[in-house]
């Protein structure tokens, strides 16, 4: 139980294209889903959090309006970067959680690996 | 098949002692492993990381530890505080890869 899909796993596309990853819970309902993108060989940096039917929120540092997040139901969450460009290329990976009360798991997708030419 | 296990769900420990975490993986071809902490209600936070060509790797109270024939590594915590109680996540990456696969966690309970 507590898979979350992530979709697409990987994409290639023209600078200036706008990408749209999918995070999807599916066998159970989640509340809070987060966003990370991670560098090569380093941590994993949380871009923003995001509940069902309320605007995410976004870490230091993280163009709202160039990662759009939409959380509209609660098994799915998505993350559009619009305009992408090169250095937007990275490792995306999305986790959900069950519920908002306290120590309950984060289950996190396989990850996306967005390539900008 | 999972690739990255930790086998304890959860783990307690007693205040000033050692918490000793442990990781087990399965691809010969990971080459780079990391520790993560969470607590609830936000993302996992990076720890500490080793190389495979190292054996140990040092940070504060933390130390992680690398048998790459065992294919084994732990996170030693010392001495245990109220504050590390949370989540510890272990994952892993490959070679030429960026994808970092995660264990599915031991949560920690550091008790007074």
């Known amino acids: 139980g507590a898979v979350v899909s992530q979709h697409p796993s990987r994409v290639i596309c023209k600078s200036g294209t706008s990408v749209k990853i999918e995070c999807r819970s599916l066998?159970?309902?989640?509340?809070?889903m987060f966003w990370y993108r991670q560098f090569p060989k380093k941590s994993l940096m949380l871009m923003a959090t995001?509940?069902?039917?309320?605007?995410?929120?976004?870490e230091q540092g993280v163009e709202k309006d160039k990662f759009l997040i939409n959380h509209a139901s609660l098994t799915l969450s998505t993350l559009t970067v619009t305009s992408a460009h090169p250095e937007d290329s990275s490792f995306y990976i999305c986790?959900?959680?069950?519920?908002?009360?306290?120590?309950?798991?984060?289950?996190f997708g396989d990850g996306t690996r967005l390539s900008i030419l | 098949d999972q690739q990255v296990k930790q086998n304890s769900p959860s783990l307690s420990v007693q205040e000033g002692r050692i918490s000793i975490l442990n990781c087990d993986y399965t691809?010969?071809?990971?080459?780079?492993f990391l520790w993560y902490k969470k607590y609830p209600a936000e993302g996992p936070t990076f720890l500490i990381s080793?190389?495979?060509?190292?054996d140990k790797n040092e940070d504060g109270r933390f130390t992680v530890f690398l048998n790459k024939s065992a294919k084994h590594l732990s996170l030693h915590i010392v001495p245990s505080q109220p504050g590390d109680s949370a989540v510890y996540f272990c994952?892993?990456?490959?070679?030429?890869?960026?994808?970092?696969?995660f264990g599915k966690g031991t949560r920690l309970h550091i008790l007074p």
């Open positions: 986790s959900a959680q069950t519920s908002s009360r306290v120590n309950q798991p984060q289950h």
């Open positions: 066998d159970f309902q989640a509340t809070t």
């Open positions: 995001s509940n069902e039917g309320s605007k995410a929120t976004y």
């Open positions: 691809n010969s071809m990971f080459d780079y």
């Open positions: 080793i190389s495979s060509i190292k």
């Open positions: 994952a892993a990456s490959a070679i030429r890869d960026d994808k970092i696969i």
